[in-house]
Protein backbone atom coordinates (compact mmCIF):
# COMPACT_ATOMS: atom_id res chain seq x y z
CA UNK A 1 0.00 0.00 0.00
CA UNK A 2 1.30 3.20 -0.60
CA UNK A 3 -0.99 4.88 1.65
CA UNK A 4 -1.78 8.58 1.28
CA UNK A 5 0.49 10.49 -1.93
CA UNK A 6 0.43 13.84 -2.97
CA UNK A 7 1.80 15.52 -5.99
CA UNK A 8 3.57 18.23 -6.57
CA UNK A 9 6.21 18.17 -3.67
CA UNK A 10 7.29 21.87 -4.19
CA UNK A 11 5.53 24.48 -6.30
CA UNK A 12 6.12 28.34 -6.77
CA UNK A 13 2.97 30.58 -7.87
CA UNK A 14 3.05 34.14 -8.76
CA UNK A 15 0.16 35.70 -7.13
CA UNK A 16 -3.18 35.30 -9.12
CA UNK A 17 -2.12 31.71 -10.43
CA UNK A 18 -4.51 28.64 -9.67
CA UNK A 19 -3.61 25.06 -8.93
CA UNK A 20 -4.67 22.11 -7.47
CA UNK A 21 -3.01 19.90 -5.15
CA UNK A 22 -3.45 16.50 -6.04
CA UNK A 23 -4.10 13.74 -3.22
CA UNK A 24 -4.81 10.05 -2.82
CA UNK A 25 -5.23 7.53 -1.07
CA UNK A 26 -5.52 3.31 -1.34
CA UNK A 27 -6.75 2.43 2.30
CA UNK A 28 -10.47 2.77 1.13
CA UNK A 29 -10.54 5.43 4.04
CA UNK A 30 -14.57 7.70 4.10
CA UNK A 31 -12.57 10.33 5.41
CA UNK A 32 -10.25 12.65 3.81
CA UNK A 33 -8.66 16.41 4.95
CA UNK A 34 -6.74 18.87 3.77
CA UNK A 35 -4.42 20.63 6.39
CA UNK A 36 -1.85 23.53 5.68
CA UNK A 37 0.69 23.92 8.35
CA UNK A 38 2.72 27.68 8.85
CA UNK A 39 6.02 28.12 10.17
CA UNK A 40 6.12 27.41 13.91
CA UNK A 41 2.03 26.63 14.15
CA UNK A 42 0.19 23.61 14.54
CA UNK A 43 -2.51 22.28 11.61
CA UNK A 44 -5.34 24.11 10.31
CA UNK A 45 -8.04 22.22 9.01
CA UNK A 46 -9.34 23.53 5.50
CA UNK A 47 -11.80 21.22 4.27
CA UNK A 48 -12.49 17.57 4.70
CA UNK A 49 -14.75 14.62 3.63
CA UNK A 50 -16.81 11.58 4.75
CA UNK A 51 -17.31 10.27 1.93
CA UNK A 52 -17.44 10.31 -2.31
CA UNK A 53 -19.45 13.57 -3.14
CA UNK A 54 -19.63 15.21 0.46
CA UNK A 55 -17.14 17.98 1.31
CA UNK A 56 -16.95 20.56 4.35
CA UNK A 57 -15.60 23.49 5.54
CA UNK A 58 -13.07 23.36 8.37
CA UNK A 59 -11.06 26.49 10.09
CA UNK A 60 -9.48 28.21 7.44
CA UNK A 61 -11.14 27.29 3.82
CA UNK A 62 -11.09 30.86 2.29
CA UNK A 63 -9.49 31.28 -1.20
CA UNK A 64 -9.91 27.52 -1.36
CA UNK A 65 -11.99 24.70 -2.87
CA UNK A 66 -12.30 21.03 -2.86
CA UNK A 67 -14.29 18.02 -4.78
CA UNK A 68 -14.87 14.41 -3.68
CA UNK A 69 -15.65 12.13 -7.02
CA UNK A 70 -14.15 8.89 -5.52
CA UNK A 71 -13.10 7.15 -2.27
CA UNK A 72 -9.78 7.61 -3.64
CA UNK A 73 -9.07 10.97 -4.73
CA UNK A 74 -9.50 14.58 -2.63
CA UNK A 75 -7.87 17.47 -4.66
CA UNK A 76 -7.73 21.06 -3.50
CA UNK A 77 -7.96 23.66 -5.08
CA UNK A 78 -6.45 27.53 -5.16
CA UNK A 79 -8.01 30.08 -6.69
CA UNK A 80 -6.08 33.59 -7.14
CA UNK A 81 -3.37 32.69 -5.09
CA UNK A 82 -2.11 35.26 -2.55
CA UNK A 83 1.23 35.34 -0.14
CA UNK A 84 -0.86 34.74 2.78
CA UNK A 85 -1.35 30.63 1.28
CA UNK A 86 2.75 30.08 1.32
CA UNK A 87 2.42 27.04 3.67
CA UNK A 88 2.91 23.18 3.77
CA UNK A 89 -0.11 21.36 2.90
CA UNK A 90 -0.56 17.82 4.20
CA UNK A 91 -3.67 15.63 3.20
CA UNK A 92 -4.61 12.57 5.63
CA UNK A 93 -7.18 9.93 5.48
CA UNK A 94 -8.86 7.85 8.39
CA UNK A 95 -11.48 5.28 8.63
CA UNK A 96 -13.54 7.31 11.40
CA UNK A 97 -12.92 10.04 12.92
CA UNK A 98 -12.76 10.73 17.10
CA UNK A 99 -10.97 7.24 17.87
CA UNK A 100 -9.24 6.87 14.59
CA UNK A 101 -5.50 7.66 13.81
CA UNK A 102 -5.13 10.29 10.62
CA UNK A 103 -2.53 8.90 8.03
CA UNK A 104 -0.80 12.03 6.67
CA UNK A 105 0.71 12.32 2.68
CA UNK A 106 4.13 13.80 2.33
CA UNK A 107 2.95 16.97 1.72
CA UNK A 108 2.87 19.98 -0.56
CA UNK A 109 5.45 22.86 0.23
CA UNK A 110 3.94 25.58 -1.72
CA UNK A 111 5.30 29.41 -2.48
CA UNK A 112 3.43 32.38 -3.56
CA UNK A 113 5.41 35.77 -4.67
CA UNK B 1 -12.42 29.38 20.17
CA UNK B 2 -11.34 25.93 21.44
CA UNK B 3 -7.52 25.79 22.05
CA UNK B 4 -4.89 22.79 22.65
CA UNK B 5 -1.46 24.77 24.23
CA UNK B 6 2.24 23.28 24.21
CA UNK B 7 5.30 24.67 25.18
CA UNK B 8 7.21 25.61 21.93
CA UNK B 9 10.89 24.00 23.35
CA UNK B 10 13.37 23.33 22.43
CA UNK B 11 13.21 20.88 25.50
CA UNK B 12 17.24 18.98 25.38
CA UNK B 13 18.04 16.05 27.09
CA UNK B 14 20.34 14.25 27.33
CA UNK B 15 20.23 10.96 25.75
CA UNK B 16 19.06 8.29 27.76
CA UNK B 17 16.94 10.27 30.42
CA UNK B 18 13.55 10.76 30.03
CA UNK B 19 11.33 13.41 28.21
CA UNK B 20 8.49 14.61 29.27
CA UNK B 21 6.06 17.17 26.91
CA UNK B 22 3.26 18.90 28.30
CA UNK B 23 -0.25 19.72 26.60
CA UNK B 24 -3.13 21.59 28.14
CA UNK B 25 -6.99 21.67 26.52
CA UNK B 26 -9.67 24.12 26.79
CA UNK B 27 -12.78 22.23 26.45
CA UNK B 28 -13.23 20.03 29.52
CA UNK B 29 -15.77 17.92 26.93
CA UNK B 30 -13.35 16.86 25.06
CA UNK B 31 -12.74 12.52 24.33
CA UNK B 32 -9.83 11.57 22.66
CA UNK B 33 -6.33 12.57 22.65
CA UNK B 34 -3.89 12.35 20.35
CA UNK B 35 0.34 12.32 20.10
CA UNK B 36 2.00 13.00 16.42
CA UNK B 37 5.64 13.25 16.11
CA UNK B 38 7.09 15.40 13.32
CA UNK B 39 10.63 15.23 11.50
CA UNK B 40 11.79 18.34 10.33
CA UNK B 41 10.76 18.56 6.72
CA UNK B 42 8.16 14.97 7.09
CA UNK B 43 4.53 14.56 7.92
CA UNK B 44 3.26 13.58 11.46
CA UNK B 45 3.03 10.47 12.22
CA UNK B 46 0.89 9.35 15.59
CA UNK B 47 2.80 8.02 18.53
CA UNK B 48 0.09 7.74 20.83
CA UNK B 49 -3.78 8.17 21.12
CA UNK B 50 -5.45 8.09 24.52
CA UNK B 51 -9.23 8.40 25.81
CA UNK B 52 -8.84 7.14 29.53
CA UNK B 53 -8.13 9.00 32.01
CA UNK B 54 -4.50 7.40 33.53
CA UNK B 55 -1.46 5.99 32.02
CA UNK B 56 -1.41 4.26 28.34
CA UNK B 57 2.51 2.11 27.71
CA UNK B 58 3.45 1.47 24.66
CA UNK B 59 7.39 0.31 24.64
CA UNK B 60 9.16 3.35 25.54
CA UNK B 61 6.24 6.07 25.30
CA UNK B 62 3.87 6.92 27.92
CA UNK B 63 0.74 9.11 27.21
CA UNK B 64 -1.14 10.11 30.73
CA UNK B 65 -4.19 12.09 31.01
CA UNK B 66 -5.92 13.79 33.65
CA UNK B 67 -9.37 15.21 32.16
CA UNK B 68 -10.18 16.83 35.75
CA UNK B 69 -6.78 19.07 34.83
CA UNK B 70 -7.40 18.88 31.13
CA UNK B 71 -3.78 18.02 30.61
CA UNK B 72 -2.03 15.09 28.63
CA UNK B 73 1.38 14.34 27.98
CA UNK B 74 3.85 11.92 26.12
CA UNK B 75 6.97 10.53 28.54
CA UNK B 76 9.78 9.37 26.30
CA UNK B 77 11.89 7.19 28.45
CA UNK B 78 15.50 6.15 27.65
CA UNK B 79 15.26 9.14 25.15
CA UNK B 80 17.64 8.67 21.92
CA UNK B 81 18.96 11.45 18.96
CA UNK B 82 16.18 9.66 16.82
CA UNK B 83 13.75 11.15 19.21
CA UNK B 84 14.71 14.15 18.16
CA UNK B 85 11.40 15.99 16.19
CA UNK B 86 8.60 17.94 17.16
CA UNK B 87 5.58 16.46 19.17
CA UNK B 88 2.41 17.89 18.36
CA UNK B 89 -0.66 17.55 20.41
CA UNK B 90 -3.81 17.05 19.11
CA UNK B 91 -7.43 16.99 20.67
CA UNK B 92 -10.59 15.96 19.05
CA UNK B 93 -13.61 18.71 19.39
CA UNK B 94 -16.98 17.00 18.85
CA UNK B 95 -18.82 20.41 19.67
CA UNK B 96 -19.44 23.18 16.97
CA UNK B 97 -20.08 22.97 13.35
CA UNK B 98 -17.21 20.82 12.12
CA UNK B 99 -16.14 17.91 14.57
CA UNK B 100 -12.40 17.81 13.69
CA UNK B 101 -8.60 17.45 15.51
CA UNK B 102 -7.10 20.51 17.14
CA UNK B 103 -3.56 20.39 16.91
CA UNK B 104 -1.46 22.03 19.25
CA UNK B 105 1.53 24.28 17.46
CA UNK B 106 4.06 21.61 18.95
CA UNK B 107 7.29 20.92 21.03
CA UNK B 108 10.43 20.67 19.78
CA UNK B 109 12.38 17.86 21.08
CA UNK B 110 16.54 17.78 20.70
CA UNK B 111 18.12 14.63 22.64
CA UNK B 112 21.42 15.25 23.02
CA UNK B 113 24.01 12.57 22.50
Known amino acids: NAGVTQTPKFRILKIGQSMTLQCTQDMNHNYMYWYRQDPGMGLKLIYYSVGAGITDKGEVPNGYNVSRSTTEDFPLRLELAAPSQTSVYFC????????????FGPGTRLTVL | QKEVEQNSGPLSVPEGAIASLNCTYSDRGSQSFFWYRQYSGKSPELIMFIYSNGDKEDGRFTAQLNKASQYVSLLIRDSQPSDSATYLC?????????????FGTGTLLAVQP
Open chain 2, 90 to 102: AVYDFGGATNKLI
Open chain 1, 92 to 103: ASSWGTAYNEQF
